[in-house]
């Protein structure tokens, strides 16, 4: 699978089932959300302006698309879990299956954000991203077309500790035809 595939399969509205264990804290946290993944075009300002910041070409990058959330968690029950961010993939032309993820806005810190990313061989994506704080690997794998499994840690910025690892399920919504 290369990243255009991943990003094909990964289309769609996804419900979430998150487990976060905050390791810092000693706290166990369950988040429901609901993920949006939608395809943009490569000439979208916000993809435009990404790759510029990056001093990527956009003719490098394959398959922008825009993430949104919105969820709970029971950890702080008025807290509602919202946002959205651009993702852009740019593959290594010399590896396909390796690249960067570009994102407008991070995972572990909410400043845009540049991981390196490759696909294994039994077709996980892994993500790892260092911020300025923090660090996050992220690991993404169907089980089938509409089922995925995310596993996160976020490590310290120097990579000897976890602070937060987490579970997710996600299962698309299947909109059928009335």
Not at 35 to 61: E, F, G, R
Request: overall charge negative; aromatic content about 10%; proline content about 4%.
């Amino acid at each position: 699978m290369n990243i255009t595939e991943f990003v094909e399969r990964s289309l769609g509205r996804w419900r979430s089932q998150r487990s976060a264990h905050h390791l810092a804290f000693g706290h166990f946290e369950a988040i429901q959300s609901v993920i949006d993944i939608v395809a943009i075009s490569l000439d979208d300002p916000a993809v435009v302006d990404l790759c510029k910041s990056y001093n990527v070409d956009t003719k490098a990058a394959v398959s922008p698309f825009r993430m949104s959330w919105d969820g709970q968690s029971d950890w702080d029950e008025n807290e509602v879990l919202k946002g959205s961010c651009i993702l852009v993939p740019v593959p290594d032309p010399n590896y396909p299956n390796r690249g960067k993820l570009l994102r407008d806005q991070g995972y572990a810190e909410t400043m845009a954000a540049a991981g390196n990313y490759y696909l294994t061989e039994d077709e996980t994506f892994v993500l790892v991203t260092e911020y300025d704080r923090a660090a996050a690997e992220e690991k993404i794998w169907f089980v089938n077309p509409n089922v995925r499994c995310r596993v996160s840690l976020i490590k310290t910025s120097a990579g000897t500790g976890v602070v937060t690892a987490s579970f997710s399920s996600e299962i698309r919504q299947v909109v059928k035809n009335q």
